[in-house]
């Protein structure tokens, strides 16, 4: 059987979600990495199987698909063994799944527009270059920071509360696909001072001490270390652009 | 019993209520105002509400039998179709599902900017847009239009051939801006995109659930009016 490929790049939220979903799912993948700077995502193949110019995609022999929220649920109900999908997304709780799908869905409009937001305009604009000037530059240019800056500590707030009430986000047990999602946001604020509490810096631990402890139990889930090494590479060039003030 | 919590002039809340009448369920819609801190009626930043809803967002939709309350129209949606097994609007089939759960997600940062250039800046006052966002945002629609458009030139509905909950999340934001609704924006560049809202218009229980769109029309009219006296 040919493995299903992933397009994506480890500097991106949601294919690194897509990543750690697939290693969790126990199923090989070839993963085919996006330059943007190259305009990888611009090529008349990759239009082809995105016209959004956006990833990750997966291409599943002649299925394709993108949006993270979409694959990681293909990717677990296609392969993973079934104690994985119950821990997951469980096919045997309708109510469970549904909690799970309205943390997802919440991600979309409140916490990545604040977390991505601002690390896009304070990291990964002086990191990566993007040929489409479509997605990053843009938003960059028509979004105050300051609404950036709020979403961020409101979504923050709001899932404080949520995690006092149970240990993960979605009131499941153990770790669930909206805990992967919404975690994947959350740690990309490692790019940020570790000494200083958001929104600008990475240390939970006074203001949202949920969040903290949570992101704990999120770093310690199988695979979390394989997943963000590709990203946290970057971090010595992150810090030393910092300490050159061009940050 | 289900409570729907909402308005219907908000697009989401109109998306799930179109699924339940579709699903024959027996619930009861309760107003809540998006975006007010009032208690009457209920606004969704009031302290009452928000103790429900932590976000404070509307749709929300609670089941008093099981104390389940959840928010975000889609996740409502897929719920509501799964509990009572609406096989046709979300497939079974594990590709056809996924394919469903794709435009779903790329809803949010798609097609509802629709609602977010034209519909928002008249009804929504409280957010407040700058004329730069609000100029990117109108960029946005005709580039999502023309997305729409290529993937609708190759299926009569967004999931090949059969009407999914993937129509009725796009369609809110999309569909209520042609012509014969709210005329906030010209589709007559995107014949599949009008041709898609036709043949959406058609599906059950549309009718009754968009009787909304003649008073939001109203309202439209009037501050059009009035911004052409100024």
Same mark, same amino acid.
């Given at each position: 059987?040919?493995?299903?490929?992933?397009?994506?790049?480890?500097?991106?939220?949601?294919?690194?979600?897509?990543?750690?979903?697939?290693? !969790?799912?126990?199923?090989?993948?070839?993963?085919?990495?996006?330059?943007?700077?190259?305009?990888?995502?611009?090529?008349?193949?990759?239009?082809?199987?995105?016209?959004?110019?956006? @990833?990750?995609?997966?291409? $599943?022999?002649?299925?394709?698909?993108? +949006?993270?929220?979409?694959?990681?649920?293909?990717?677990?109900?296609?392969?993973?063994?079934?104690?994985?999908?119950?821990?997951?997304?469980?096919?045997?709780?309708?109510?469970?799944?549904?909690?799970?799908?309205?943390?997802?869905?919440?991600?979309?409009?409140?916490?990545?527009?604040?977390?991505?937001?601002?690390?896009?305009?304070?990291?990964?604009?002086?990191?990566?270059?993007?040929?489409?000037?479509?997605?990053?530059?843009?938003? !960059?240019?028509?979004?105050?920071?300051?609404?950036?800056?709020?979403?961020?500590?409101?979504?923050?707030?709001?899932?404080?509360?949520?995690?006092?009430?149970? %240990?993960?986000?979605?009131?499941?047990? %153990?770790?669930?696909?909206?805990?992967?999602?919404? @975690?994947?946001?959350?740690?990309?604020? #490692?790019?940020?001072?570790?000494?200083?509490?958001?929104?600008?810096?990475?240390?939970?631990?006074? $203001? &949202?001490?949920?969040?903290?402890?949570?992101?704990?139990?999120?770093?310690?889930?199988?695979?979390?270390?394989?997943?963000?090494?590709?990203?946290?590479?970057?971090?010595?060039?992150?810090?030393?652009?910092?300490?050159?003030? =061009?940050? | 019993?289900?409570?729907?919590?909402?308005?219907?002039?908000?697009?989401?809340?109109?998306?799930?209520?179109?699924?339940?009448?579709?699903?024959?369920?027996? &619930?009861?819609?309760?107003?809540?105002?998006?975006? %007010?801190?009032?208690?009457?009626?209920?606004?969704?930043?009031?302290? +009452?509400?928000?103790?429900?809803?932590? /976000?404070?967002?509307?749709?929300?939709?609670?089941?008093?039998?099981?104390?389940?309350?959840?928010? +975000?129209?889609?996740?409502?949606?897929?719920?509501?179709?799964?509990?009572?097994?609406?096989? $046709?609007?979300? /497939?079974?089939?594990?590709?056809?599902?996924?394919?469903?759960?794709?435009?779903?997600?790329?809803?949010?940062?798609?097609?509802?900017?629709?609602?977010?250039?034209? &519909?928002?800046?008249?009804?929504?006052? #409280?957010?407040? @847009?700058?004329?730069?966002?609000?100029?990117?945002?109108?960029?946005?629609?005709?580039?999502?239009?023309?997305?729409?458009?290529?993937?609708?030139?190759?299926? /009569?509905?967004?999931?090949?051939?059969? &009407?999914?909950?993937?129509?009725?999340?796009?369609?809110? #934001?999309?569909? +209520?801006?042609?012509?014969?609704?709210?005329?906030?924006?010209? @589709?007559?560049?995107?014949?599949?995109?009008?041709?898609?809202?036709?043949?959406?218009?058609?599906?059950?229980?549309?009718?009754?659930?968009?009787?909304?769109?003649?008073?939001?029309?109203?309202?439209? $009219? =009037?501050?059009?009016?009035?911004?052409?006296?100024?």
């Amino acid at each position: 059987m040919t493995k299903p490929i992933v397009w994506g790049s480890v500097m991106s939220q949601p294919t690194r979600a897509v990543l750690w979903t697939a290693l !969790l799912s126990r199923v090989e993948i070839d993963f085919r990495p996006i330059d943007t700077g190259k305009g990888d995502h611009l090529t008349p193949e990759f239009l082809k199987l995105n016209p959004n110019k956006k @990833f990750p995609v997966v291409q $599943d022999g002649n299925f394709v698909l993108h +949006e993270s929220h979409a694959i990681m649920k293909y990717l677990l109900e296609k392969y993973a063994p079934a104690d994985v999908r119950e821990q997951l997304y469980p096919p045997s709780d309708l109510e469970a799944r549904s909690r799970i799908d309205t943390w997802l869905d919440w991600k979309h409009n409140f916490l990545r527009p604040g977390a991505c937001g601002l690390i896009r305009r304070r990291v990964m604009r002086h990191l990566l270059p993007d040929v489409s000037k479509h997605s990053m530059v843009w938003d !960059l240019k028509e979004i105050p920071a300051e609404r950036e800056e709020r979403m961020l500590l409101d979504s923050l707030k709001v899932m404080d509360d949520q995690i006092a009430a149970g %240990s993960y986000i979605a009131g499941t047990n %153990s770790a669930s696909l909206a805990d992967i999602a919404l @975690f994947t946001e959350i740690s990309q604020l #490692d790019l940020l001072p570790q000494d200083v509490s958001p929104p600008h810096g990475c240390d939970f631990s006074k $203001d &949202f001490p949920n969040v903290h402890a949570w992101s704990q139990r999120l770093r310690a889930l199988e695979g979390y270390e394989t997943i963000i090494s590709g990203f946290t590479r970057a971090q010595p060039k992150v810090e030393a652009l910092r300490s050159q003030g =061009k940050l | 019993m289900l409570k729907l919590y909402g308005v219907l002039g908000s697009q989401p809340a109109r998306a799930v209520y179109w699924v339940l009448k579709l699903a024959n369920a027996d &619930f009861e819609l309760i107003e809540v105002m998006p975006g %007010s801190d009032k208690e009457k009626p209920l606004g969704s930043r009031n302290k +009452e509400y928000l103790a429900k809803v932590p /976000p404070g967002i509307v749709p929300a939709l609670e089941d008093t039998e099981t104390g389940l309350v959840l928010w +975000e129209s889609n996740a409502i949606m897929t719920y509501i179709a799964d509990k009572f097994k609406m096989n $046709d609007l979300y /497939p079974e089939d594990l590709g056809a599902r996924a394919k469903v759960q794709q435009w779903m997600n790329w809803h949010h940062h798609n097609s509802r900017v629709f609602t977010f250039a034209l &519909f928002a800046p008249i009804f929504r006052p #409280d957010i407040k @847009f700058s004329e730069k966002e609000l100029k990117g945002n109108r960029k946005k629609c005709e580039m999502v239009a023309n997305l729409l458009d290529d993937a609708l030139s190759r299926s /009569p509905y967004l999931v090949g051939d059969k &009407f999914t909950l993937a129509d009725i999340a796009v369609f809110e #934001d999309v569909g +209520e801006c042609a012509q014969q609704h709210l005329a906030l924006f010209d @589709f007559a560049k995107h014949k599949n995109v009008e041709a898609w809202i036709k043949r959406v218009e058609q599906a059950p229980e549309f009718k009754e659930s968009h009787a909304v769109f003649p008073v939001l029309k109203k309202v439209i $009219d =009037k501050v059009q009016k009035n911004k052409a006296k100024l």
